[in-house]
């Protein structure tokens, strides 16, 4: 597999508010978010909010590179969801 850098563009991201298995709120500039089906540890089907984003750029004034090995990964259930806002 070869490793490649993505252009990161701010009129493309995303603010993501939600709450966080203790309750508190927290806020994030995402690459993209998005419903996911997913299997419970039981089994059972359900779906869930995935956000990808990049921790070392939350406030980009212009386009960058990323590197794809920068990027992390959320998953929670939608109820946790409070906004999915434009970045600027």
Do not use: S
């Not at 508190?24 to 540890?41: D, I, N």
């Amino acid at each position: 597999m070869i490793a490649v850098d993505l252009t990161i563009d701010p009129q493309t991201l995303v603010r993501v508010r939600y709450l966080d298995i203790g309750g508190a709120e927290h806020e994030l500039v995402a690459v993209t978010c998005r419903y996911v089906p997913v299997t419970q540890t039981d089994g059972r089907r359900g779906i869930a909010f995935e956000v990808l984003w990049d921790p070392a750029e939350q406030t980009p004034p212009q386009p960058y590179w990323c590197p794809q090995g920068r990027l992390r990964r959320l998953l929670f259930p939608p109820a946790r969801v409070r906004h999915v806002r434009p970045y600027q």
